[in-house]
């Protein structure tokens, strides 16, 4: 699996959401370079994703015993789910993520084996 590049994140929410409208038009028009723009969008809405993540874990009661954990299986979701977004059609990144991103956290809070 490919990792997402770094990227600054000192970015408001607006220039954040408006630079991945951005890439995701870039992806959507160019199919060569898909893959590399979706993983920088990806690497923008990351903080946020993990976010959500977490937020939705603490819902389990032994929440604090995972995070690390958590935290690795949360990012190969998400990275997953990014790339198999149809950029043409998102609107949202995060909003297009959200259900793989609550599957993966109820799969993972129930013990289910989560190897990717």
Known sequence: M?????MPTSLTQADRRAKTRELLAAAASRPEERQALLLRAAALN???ALAIVSSLYLRYPHAADDEERLAAFAQEVYLRAVLVIDPSSATDLLSDVLPALR?????????????P
């Not at 490919?2 to 770094?6: C, V």
């Not at 599957?103 to 190897?115: H, P, Y």
Request: charged share 20%; no cysteine.
């Open 2 to 6: 490919a990792a997402a590049p770094n």
């Open 46 to 48: 990351i903080d946020a």
């Open 103 to 115: 599957a993966g956290v109820v799969a993972f809070g129930r013990g289910e084996d989560t190897s």
